[in-house]
């Protein structure tokens, strides 16, 4: 059974870095099956959004503009982990994250998400 869990979400001033965890189970994030990993975020009041892409294919990875040389998402294989470290964060970071895996299939599983909030 496929399934995703967030963590590492928390409480941090502005300035501050998080570095969030997405495990997987059910499958592996290296599996030729996988196409895209990814994470979104949902402020209260607003649409669920992009954040950042890494593909399994290459390793290329994407970011929204608004994060872009503040975040950073990678793989680790062997833990079956996909982290988002994320640095001078910002108020209007505060958002639930979650965790998205897009199958070559077009099959996609979320996890629950795990709250950040970014204030002084």
């Known amino acids: 059974q496929v399934q995703l869990v967030e963590s590492g979400g928390d409480l941090v001033q502005p300035g501050g870095s998080l570095r969030l965890s997405c495990a997987a189970s059910?499958?592996?994030?290296?599996?030729?099956?996988?196409?895209?990993m990814s994470w979104y975020r949902q402020a209260p009041g607003k649409e669920r959004e992009l954040v950042a892409t890494?593909?399994?294919?290459?390793?290329?990875?994407n970011y929204a503009d608004s994060v872009k040389g503040r975040f950073t998402i990678s793989s680790d294989n062997a833990k079956n982990i996909v982290y988002l470290q994320m640095n001078s964060l910002k108020p209007e970071d505060t958002a639930v994250y979650f965790c998205?895996?897009?199958?070559?299939?077009?099959?996609?599983?979320w996890g629950q998400g795990t709250q950040v909030t970014v204030s002084s």
């Open positions: 998205k895996a897009d199958f070559r299939s077009s099959r996609v599983y």
């Open positions: 059910g499958f592996t994030v290296s599996d030729f099956f996988i196409n895209v």
């Open positions: 890494i593909r399994r294919a290459d390793g290329s990875t």
